[in-house]
């Protein structure tokens, strides 16, 4: 059986990669100047979320997993700034869904723009058959951590 520090066995290296790989993230996105000033990152993935169709607050924090309370809250920055706006829902009069506005999705285009730029820098030496490789498993990574069962909260904090 190998040793828990066993550079050799590929399960123990691919968990220390990984959670490295998470840091080192994590701190580039605390670093990175912020595609609109007023705008918290937090924003962001809520405004990902609403490329494609309006959604209801609920669905976009099923899709980012966070509840619902801390989604209401940037709703209400990005409707302020100009980004989303609320629409009446057409199923359900009651409702109301968000929708993108001319100038979120400027916005959006602009942070991924510069997104790519960085990935195209960092992964300048990569083939296209490297960066699809990687792609494909770690679409296929996020989709097993995605219905995998969430592990124990004294087992979630070992992780790091």
Same mark, same amino acid.
């Given at each position: 059986?190998?040793?828990?520090?066993?550079?050799?066995?590929?399960?123990?290296?691919?968990?220390?990669?990984?959670?490295?790989?998470?840091?080192?993230?994590?701190?580039?996105?605390? /670093?990175?100047?912020?595609?609109?000033?007023?705008?918290?990152?937090? $924003?962001?993935?809520?405004?990902? =979320?609403?490329?494609?169709?309006?959604? /209801?607050?609920?669905?976009?924090?099923?899709?980012?997993?966070?509840?619902?309370?801390?989604?209401?809250?940037?709703?209400?920055?990005?409707?302020?700034? $100009?980004?989303?706006?609320?629409?009446?829902?057409?199923?359900?009069?009651?409702?109301?869904?968000?929708? &993108?506005?001319?100038?979120?999705?400027? &916005? &959006?285009?602009?942070?991924?723009? /510069?997104?790519?730029?960085?990935?195209?820098?960092?992964?300048?030496?990569?083939?296209?058959?490297?960066?699809?490789?990687?792609?494909?498993?770690?679409? /296929?990574?996020?989709? =097993?951590?995605?219905?995998?069962? &969430?592990?124990?909260?004294?087992?979630?904090?070992?992780?790091?």
């Amino acid at each position: 059986m190998p040793q828990a520090t066993d550079p050799e066995d590929p399960r123990l290296a691919f968990g220390d990669d990984l959670f490295r790989a998470m840091k080192l993230m994590g701190a580039v996105r605390q /670093r990175a100047p912020r595609a609109h000033p007023d705008v918290d990152p937090l $924003g962001y993935p809520l405004m990902f =979320n609403l490329r494609d169709e309006p959604r /209801r607050v609920s669905e976009i924090a099923a899709a980012i997993h966070l509840d619902v309370s801390t989604v209401s809250r940037q709703v209400s920055q990005v409707v302020a700034k $100009g980004f989303v706006e609320r629409l009446p829902d057409e199923s359900d009069g009651r409702a109301h869904v968000l929708a &993108l506005t001319r100038a979120g999705r400027e &916005l &959006l285009v602009d942070i991924r723009a /510069r997104r790519n730029l960085w990935l195209a820098e960092v992964t300048a030496d990569w083939t296209d058959r490297d960066l699809a490789t990687f792609d494909r498993l770690l679409r /296929r990574f996020a989709d =097993n951590v995605e219905t995998h069962p &969430l592990l124990s909260p004294r087992d979630a904090q070992d992780l790091a």
